[in-house]
């Protein structure tokens, strides 16, 4: 990715950056998230809610890796290992997801229900 796009990216507000991962994931079929150093999904807190975080490509990781994150790593996942392992964690945990979040800032947040139905609808679109 050069930086002039990254640059683009990181100025779109949180639902444009959500809409250019749905496209992205279901384009290359993989995307990332953290892991700590025990190798457990990175899941942040805002009062009794629990999220997991996920990016569409490596680079927009780094700057939330601070503020506690320091010991954290970047995890690709493949589409297929998103729909046949993790969306059972986060529904069996009740996480909502955050997606793209950047500066250690959130993303755009939707719970597991919106975001299957979202990306199946972009999807289809190129099947």
Do not use: H
Request: charged residues 30%; glycine residues 4%; hydrophobic residues 40%.
């Amino acid at each position: 990715m050069n930086p002039k796009e990254k640059e683009n990216i990181l100025k779109l507000e949180p639902f444009k950056r959500y809409q250019y991962f749905i496209k992205k994931i279901a384009d290359f079929e993989e995307l990332w998230t953290i892991i700590d150093e025990n190798g457990d999904y990175a899941i942040s807190q805002i009062d009794d809610v629990e999220f997991i975080s996920f990016w569409s490509a490596e680079e927009f990781i780094a700057s939330n890796l601070d503020n506690g994150w320091e010991n954290c790593k970047p995890l690709k996942i493949t589409l297929e290992d998103l729909e046949e392992n993790i969306f059972d964690v986060i529904a069996a945990e009740n996480y909502l997801i955050n997606i793209f979040p950047i500066n250690g800032r959130s993303g755009f947040i939707v719970s597991l229900d919106e975001f299957t139905r979202d990306l199946q609808e972009e999807l289809d679109k190129i099947q």
